[in-house]
């Protein structure tokens, strides 16, 4: 491996590498027959409907089922209030970041190609790596959470098919960790897809089956309501006199975690910039991204509420966490198994759509570092009789292996780790979604301090960060609790 003959500190490391715009560009003998862009490399060939299923495939997780239990901790007035709010602060600053994809002009100005990027652009090199920790610690534990909610599917089909075999009441235990091993070693040979440029087949399959699953959900809960077994609702919060055997000081937190599993649920800013670099440049990528934003977000608001309200009306105050595991090992059996399969591909597709960014921040960071290097820089074409088949790169190769087997193993470890992304993502929620863009929105629009405009964003901000550190306290008392039974590497259903 080569190195730099000048060398410069670890910040300077880091904007060069981090915060650079990209892995350095393919020389121009190897695209000769290829069209370039106006950054010199291959034509973008992303389109409106691509970018909406990256963004369904990342904004509509398997979070979708919890929002049941969340609009039962909160009450129908302040449930469905709070997920609306939320979907329509996602689609505002998303309509912010989207013009920050360019400049200074959010048409015509230079590309930035990752959130990171556009960051240190408009806002400094220190803003940049404040952002670029939060930015993919949160992306990297929400693969690591998407491994163990993929084992805990598998599982649950496992549980189904033996209740059904031996009846219902028979003690089915089952390991999640062989099923995080088996999704490991698959996300290993699906690593290998280059670039966000070749994820649209991936994306479209898994936002498909967000529909399926989701619509599952909603279908069941219809029927449990027109069977005449729905649940006990209210209006409002109910801190006292519930029937769910709860304190005072458990209902405050598990609102505080309810307002933060919605607010979570309609994140997808951290790959926002790097969907919209997928983008062809006609029409203009800001125009096309705000209306895939406006759809995506429409699509995933209706979903999120019909999953919510019905599943709410179908079971009450006793509205489970997962909502496909409140309706037992009966009749509808096979749609819970069906459900629970297409969650599995979905979450195979979207650990993919997560990891992208970070698989692509450690390769500029290299590629910026030991730019003469071989085992970093250079493509290995796999022909078979003449026919291209692979483009590898070695280090490519050997750095996402290293990441899924890291993931995996940290899984395996923390059976528990759900409790730590609620926290990281109360932690990343306010500056990924809410300040960065206000704040690159204010600093690129050059908007006065102390205006109407600049005292709204300001406030929008505020509010966030309240709400943010409100779900991270609830997250440490669920943390707190889990620590007391952990045990690492043991992990059943």
Same mark, same amino acid.
């Given at each position: 491996?080569g ?12 904007e060069n ?9 393919p ?7 290829q ?6 490399r ?8 691509t ?12 979070g ?7 609009v ?6 302040a ?11 996602s689609l ?10 360019r ?20 806002l ?11 930015q993919?610690?949160?992306l ?9 909610t ?5 599982v ?8 059904r ?43 498909a089956?967000s529909?399926a699953?989701?619509?599952a ?9 027109v ?6 609702t ?19 937190w ?12 309609c994140?997808?800013?951290? @790959?926002?910039?790097d ?14 991204m ?8 429409s699509?995933m ?11 709410y ?34 979450l ?11 698989f ?28 291209r ?6 280090f490519r190769?050997t ?35 809410v300040?960065?863009? @206000? ?7 050059k ?10 964003l300001?406030?929008?901000?505020? @509010?966030?960060?309240?709400i943010?550190?409100a ?15 952990y045990?690492?590497?043991k992990?059943?259903?």
């Amino acid at each position: 491996m080569g190195s730099n003959t000048t060398r410069v500190s670890e910040l300077e490391m880091f904007e060069n590498g981090f915060c650079a715009s990209g892995l350095v560009s393919p020389r121009k003998d190897q695209l000769a027959e290829q069209e370039l862009d106006d950054d010199g490399r291959p034509k973008r060939t992303g389109t409106l409907w691509t970018a909406c299923a990256h963004i369904i495939t990342t904004a509509i997780g398997a979070g979708v089922l919890s929002l049941a239990w969340a609009v039962s901790q909160l009450g129908w007035i302040a449930g469905v209030g709070i997920l609306l709010l939320f979907s329509a602060i996602s689609l505002y600053t998303a309509n912010l970041l989207a013009d920050c994809y360019r400049s200074p002009d959010p048409v015509t100005g230079k590309r930035n190609h990752s959130y990171m990027e556009a960051v240190k652009t408009t806002l400094g090199g220190t803003m940049c790596m404040i952002c670029g920790w939060i930015q993919y610690g949160n992306l990297t534990s929400f693969v690591i959470g998407y491994t163990i909610t993929t084992a805990k599917s598998l599982v649950a089909i496992q549980k189904s098919y033996c209740h059904r075999k031996r009846g219902s009441n028979a003690p089915c235990k089952f390991s999640n960790n062989p099923h995080m091993i088996g999704l490991g070693i698959v996300e290993i040979f699906l690593s290998q897809i280059p670039n966000f440029h070749n994820l649209s087949w991936l994306s479209a399959v898994a936002a498909a089956m967000s529909f399926a699953y989701s619509t599952a959900g909603i279908g069941l809960s219809i029927h449990k309501i027109v069977t005449g077994r729905e649940g006990k609702t209210s209006l409002f919060i109910r801190v006292h006199g519930d029937d769910v055997g709860l304190s005072a000081a458990d209902k405050v937190w598990r609102m505080f975690t309810a307002a933060g599993d919605i607010a979570f649920a309609c994140i997808y800013a951290p @790959v926002f910039i790097d969907i919209q670099d997928t983008l062809k440049s006609s029409p203009p990528e800001n125009k096309v991204m705000k209306r895939a934003s406006a759809i995506a977000v429409s699509v995933m608001t209706a979903f999120f509420m019909m999953c919510g309200s019905f599943g709410y009306a179908a079971f009450g105050d006793h509205a489970p966490e997962n909502l496909l595991a409140g309706f037992g090992f009966h009749q509808t059996s096979w749609v819970i198994d069906l459900a629970n399969f297409f969650i599995v591909v979905h979450l195979v597709g979207a650990y993919q759509v997560l990891a992208q960014p970070v698989f692509r921040a450690v390769e500029t960071w290299a590629s910026k570092t030991w730019p003469n290097s071989g085992f970093i820089t250079k493509e290995h074409i796999i022909s078979v009789y003449g026919k291209r088949l692979i483009i590898m790169n070695l280090f490519r190769l050997t750095w996402r292996t290293l990441f899924v087997v890291i993931v995996t193993v940290v899984a395996l470890a923390l059976p528990f780790f759900t409790d730590m992304i609620a926290l990281m993502g109360a932690i990343g929620y306010w500056p990924i979604v809410v300040y960065f863009p @206000v704040e690159m929105h204010i600093a690129q629009n050059k908007i006065p301090k102390r205006t109407t405009k600049w005292a709204g964003l300001q406030l929008l901000s505020f @509010v966030t960060f309240l709400i943010s550190l409100a779900a991270a306290c609830g997250a440490i008392q669920g943390l707190h609790k889990n620590l007391h039974t952990y045990e690492p590497f043991k992990s059943q259903d």
